[in-house]
């Protein structure tokens, strides 16, 4: 069954550093978002990605965080300049035609800022 | 936007017993409420969906209904298993908009 990839699994970074999660969405999928669930809470979104640009991001992915899609198969999510309220688990997601279509979560890399 | 909320937060049943856990929308322009597993340290499994089409949808010992005038839908699970327990997320969304997610169920079989 097709996947969601993402690397790494865990990452720890100094506050101030910048960071770059890496996913690698079903290679037929269209729609990328990404998502974070801080420990214990509900899962959140970030940001959804369509066309080459976002399309829709929440409050929460503020000027310290972006999005691209390098290549054909990878899509990535860096954040600026990391602060403690950064460490979460960030979760990758892709979809095919509409959301309901083959939506499917990565396993998700769990970012500990210190 | 779109809120969604779920109940209850936990939940403790016997093995063999069913688990009822049940989640409100306010966004009647919602049309997939799928429904994630979420085993720790893993990122949320799709176990089940409903579209807003279909009142019902079963798959073995899971099923989902769907109520669009009071805008609400339930996961059901009969003859629950030690393997059942896990944090469980209903979530809304419309078209190709983001997914809304509940606050989440931690469910616990008790052998």
């Known amino acids: 069954e097709p996947e969601v990839t993402q690397t790494p699994s865990h990452q720890v970074t100094q506050m101030g550093q910048e960071v770059i999660l890496r996913c690698v969405p079903i290679s037929n999928h269209l729609y990328f978002y990404w998502y974070r669930q801080i420990l214990g809470q509900k899962v959140e979104f970030l940001v959804s990605f369509y066309n080459n640009e976002i399309s829709e991001k929440s409050e929460i992915f503020d000027d310290q965080f972006s999005v691209e899609r390098p290549d054909g198969s990878n899509f990535t999510l860096k954040i600026r300049s990391t602060k403690l309220e950064d460490s979460a688990m960030y979760f990758c997601a892709s979809s095919g035609q509409g959301v309901s279509y083959g939506y499917t979560f990565g396993s998700g890399t769990r970012l500990t800022v210190v | ?111």
Do not use: M
């Open chain 2, 1 to 111: 936007g779109e809120n969604v909320e779920q109940h209850p937060s936990t939940l403790s049943v016997q093995e063999g017993d069913s688990a009822v856990i049940k989640c409100t929308y306010s966004d009647s322009a919602s049309n997939y409420f799928p429904w994630y597993k979420q085993e720790l340290g893993k990122g949320p499994q799709l176990i089940i969906d409903i579209r807003s089409n279909v009142g019902e949808k079963k798959d073995q010992r899971i099923a989902v209904t769907l109520n669009k005038t009071a805008k609400h839908f339930s996961l059901h699970i009969t003859e629950t298993q030690p393997e059942d327990s896990a944090v469980y997320f209903c979530a809304a969304i419309r078209r190709n908009e983001k997914l809304t997610f509940g606050t989440g169920t931690r469910l616990t079989i008790i052998p």
